[in-house]
């Protein structure tokens, strides 16, 4: 007898007392699932799994399914919407608090990097952090939150953030981020406001300190070179075109990225020059 021909006897074995082993029984729905998700066939698999949790919504077997079905949906499908949908059913149903802090991390991941829901990923991993505020992966959920009000043009919300992140976790890898993207989120504001009456300066200024805190604190970081780059693109936006060039000049082979590197020391060439010819 196959695997799966000794998994459904052992299903209908289950059964015997109360309940007949027919092709439409829940077991028989959930053991059809794992066959077609074992020959990679997802969606047929996702359409077996709901088939046991419409069948008998309230057992732990249709709670297993709906966990499946969701991160099948996640994984291998695209269909992030309705993953997330599933997995907050999920928690709302099950008593596995293993299962239900997986379900949580989830909707997070979904929301954050797939659907780039950012409010509503704000919403949920602050809700995350008051649950746990001790769980180890709090720092990653304080990221999280920073960089979404990032995306959201809501510069103060994620400096404010940052900050916290520093005094929280300092001299850790993720007061390390946190101080780059300090420095990230001023130059972003300054060139925001570049040509607005309110606009001014003091953001690039407030970036190249940030960039240099970074560069001072944890002088062995992966992102020096990304720092010594943001301070050159203050500085470039601040008119101090020679200090800028001399460091992309230096950057030239370490910056990840050495076309960007030519392509803004032929700009400040360019600029430089305009401003010499108007002498």
């Given amino acids: 007898m196959s695997n799966w021909g000794v998994l459904g006897a052992l299903l209908c074995f289950n059964l015997l007392l109360g309940t007949a082993c027919s092709v439409d029984s829940p077991h028989h729905h959930y053991a059809l699932a794992e ?15 709901e088939r046991v949790v419409a069948k008998d919504p309230s057992s732990g077997l249709a709670q297993q399914a709906l966990f499946r079905a969701a991160t099948t949906q996640a994984l291998f499908l695209g269909q992030y919407s309705e993953a997330v949908q599933k997995l907050r059913t999920f928690i709302q149903k099950s008593s596995d608090i293993q299962l239900i802090w997986s379900a949580q991390t989830q909707i997070g991941d979904l929301l954050y990097s797939s659907l780039e829901n950012y409010e509503q990923s704000i919403l949920h991993d602050q809700g995350l952090l008051k649950a746990y505020p001790h769980s180890d992966e709090a720092p990653s959920f304080y990221f999280r939150i920073g960089k979404s009000h990032f995306f959201l043009f809501q510069f103060s919300e994620a400096l404010q953030t940052y900050q916290r992140m520093i005094e929280k976790y300092p001299k850790t890898i993720w007061s390390e981020k946190a101080s ?3 420095g990230m989120t001023y130059y972003t504001r300054g060139q925001r406001q570049l040509g607005a009456k309110e606009g001014d300066a003091s953001d690039f200024r407030r970036a190249i300190s940030a960039y240099e805190h970074l560069i001072r604190d944890y002088p062995k970081s992966e992102l020096i070179s990304e720092a010594r780059f943001g301070i050159a693109s203050c500085l470039e936006e601040l008119d101090q075109l020679e200090e800028a060039f001399r460091i992309y000049s230096e950057l030239k082979k370490t910056y990840p990225s050495p076309n960007v590197i030519e392509i803004k020391l032929i700009r400040i060439r360019e600029r430089m020059a305009h401003r010499r010819s108007k002498r």
């Avoid at 066959?35 to 799994?49: L, P």
């Fill in 180 to 182: 780059f993207e300090v």
């Fill in 35 to 49: 066959r077609f998700w074992g020959d990679k066939n997802y969606a047929a698999a996702v359409a077996e799994f």
